[in-house]
């Protein structure tokens, strides 16, 4: 479970209500059922309008992916691709059929399955970065439907409060009334903004930071099935994807650049 996300969520929704506390507020204030149906509704209508039905319909479980992705092991997945090395240089490729099937990485087991089937070099490099660019592609959708929902949040919250100041001026004969309809026109603006910056920008984000450590385990794979395929020395292997993770340790202290590269070698318009 990625704690961080809803460490995150929950800090940032707390800072909301701790800051409205302190300035003398209360919860009853920010509730306002009108302005949480025009926000929610207008911004799922506006990015059901933009998007593709089923990246919209299929969020519940990217949110849910976000919270509990699946676990990347770079250095355990470097030693298993060595310990496939070892064992196609000493007993053949056919003898890692049976390792295939024992496989939880389809991604891999496709690759070396294409090798064990007597393709080509350029053949598996050319199905598996198709894969990859697929994959790419599907995350950059679901990362864009998140960034399109937090771009009309607002956008209805402004709308949601120009109506209020209708309502306002339609009634300023009662003068008693005035400051309390025009707080609650304001909180539709308040509810857009708020979802934008705390839930959709935010999880866009994540999505787009996950696909980027998911595109440098793809890269590890890769190569490594294609030195598995080449023959080459275990030891060889393990020094060549020793690499990535040096990489990724850099990346995650100069802010994540290496990633940037994998995913760019692996057609990464989106990421």
Do not use: C
Not at 18 to 38: E, Q, R, V, W
Not at 262 to 269: E, H, I, T, V
């Amino acid at each position: 479970m990625d704690i961080g996300v809803l460490i995150g969520l929950a800090v940032a929704v707390l800072a909301v209500l701790g800051a409205n506390a302190i300035d003398g507020g209360s919860l009853a204030t920010l509730l306002n059922p009108s302005a949480a149906l025009l926000i929610l509704g207008g911004t799922l209508g506006t990015t059901l309008v933009s998007s593709r039905l089923e990246d919209v319909i299929g969020l519940p479980k990217v949110v849910m992916d976000l919270i509990r992705p699946p676990r990347r092991d770079l250095a355990a997945d470097v030693e298993r691709l060595v310990e496939l090395a070892q064992k196609a240089r000493r007993s053949g490729l056919l003898a890692l059929e049976e390792d295939i099937a024992k496989l939880d990485d389809p991604f891999l087991a496709r690759g070396l399955q294409m090798v064990v089937d007597g393709a080509d070099a350029d053949a598996v490099r050319g199905v598996l970065r198709t894969e990859m660019a697929l994959q790419t592609q599907t995350v950059g959708r679901r990362a864009t439907v998140l960034e399109t929902a937090g771009g009309f949040a607002p956008t209805m919250g402004i709308i949601g409060t120009v109506m209020g100041l209708i309502h306002v001026l339609a009634n300023l004969a009662n003068v008693s009334k005035l400051g309390p309809s025009i707080a609650t026109a304001f909180l539709a603006t308040f509810y857009g903004i708020s979802t934008a910056n705390v839930f959709w920008l935010p999880l866009a984000n994540k999505l787009r930071l996950n696909a980027k450590a998911s595109a440098l385990a793809y890269e590890v794979a890769l190569e490594g099935v294609l030195s598995i395929q080449a023959g080459d020395n275990p030891s060889a292997v393990r020094d060549k994807l020793t690499v990535f993770l040096q990489g990724s340790a850099a990346a995650r202290n100069q802010g994540d650049t290496a990633p940037d590269t994998a995913a760019a070698k692996s057609g990464d318009q989106v990421a």
